[in-house]
Structure formats: structure tokens, C-alpha cells
């Protein structure tokens, strides 16, 4: 059974950083796709941020020159490295495992940024 655990959330003063980390377990990591995305009160949950087993990135364009996603320890770990936060950035943050096999979210994360 595929395990996504998200952590790092909190909150962060506007202009501030924060690093949230995605943690796999149980997954196949073949031709994957691993995600960030968001979800604002009120608001539909959207892509932040993905990539692909061939290191492959692809950002929203509300974020990009911001954050970075990448991997860490291996297949089965992502990062997001949040900087120059802003109010709108606040959301529950999800990390989502894709293969062919699998379609994985986890429980999500808070990120409040502050004003």
C-alpha cells in the first residue's frame, strides 16, 4: 500500500520561507510524477508545483522564480522549497504520488503567511 506523508508546514511572516518535504512510501517509482498543490478556503485545490521521475519540473506561473521542487534522499522523497511568501501562498498543501499503478494523496500540510 502507497503511504504520502507531507510535513514543514506553519506559518511564516509575508516575504518569509518555508520547506516542505513529501515522504513515499510503498510506491513503485517507475515512471512517476510527484506533486505539490494547494488549496485555499474556498478556493478549488490547484497545481503548484511537479516532477517527474526524469527530474523533469513544471511550476504554476503564480510561483515560479519562488519555489523549487525537487528530490531528496532518493526516488521515493520531495521537496518544496518556498521563498518570498505571500498572503495568497496561505493553503493546506498536499503532496500527491502518480504512477500507473497509482494515484496517492496525502493528508496535507498548513501554510499561513501573514500580512
Known amino acids: 500500500q502507497v503511504r504520502v506523508v507531507e510535513s514543514g508546514g506553519g506559518l511564516v511572516r509575508t516575504g518569509g520561507s518555508l520547506r516542505l518535504s513529501c515522504a513515499v512510501s510503498?510506491?513503485?517509482?517507475?515512471?512517476?510524477?510527484m506533486g505539490w498543490y494547494r488549496q485555499a478556503p474556498g478556493k478549488q485545490r490547484e497545481s503548484v508545483a511537479t516532477?517527474?521521475?526524469?527530474?523533469?519540473?513544471n511550476y504554476a506561473d503564480s510561483v515560479k522564480g519562488r519555489f523549487t521542487v525537487g528530490r531528496d534522499n532518493g526516488p521515493n522523497e520531495v521537496y518544496l522549497q518556498m521563498s518570498s511568501l505571500k498572503p495568497e501562498d496561505t493553503g493546506v498543501y498536499y503532496c500527491?504520488?502518480?504512477?500507473?499503478?497509482?494515484?496517492?494523496w496525502g493528508q496535507g500540510t498548513q501554510v499561513t503567511v501573514s500580512s
Open positions: 500527491n504520488y502518480r504512477s500507473s499503478v497509482y494515484d496517492v
Open positions: 510503498g510506491g513503485d517509482f517507475g515512471v512517476n510524477i
Open positions: 516532477i517527474r521521475d526524469s527530474g523533469t519540473t
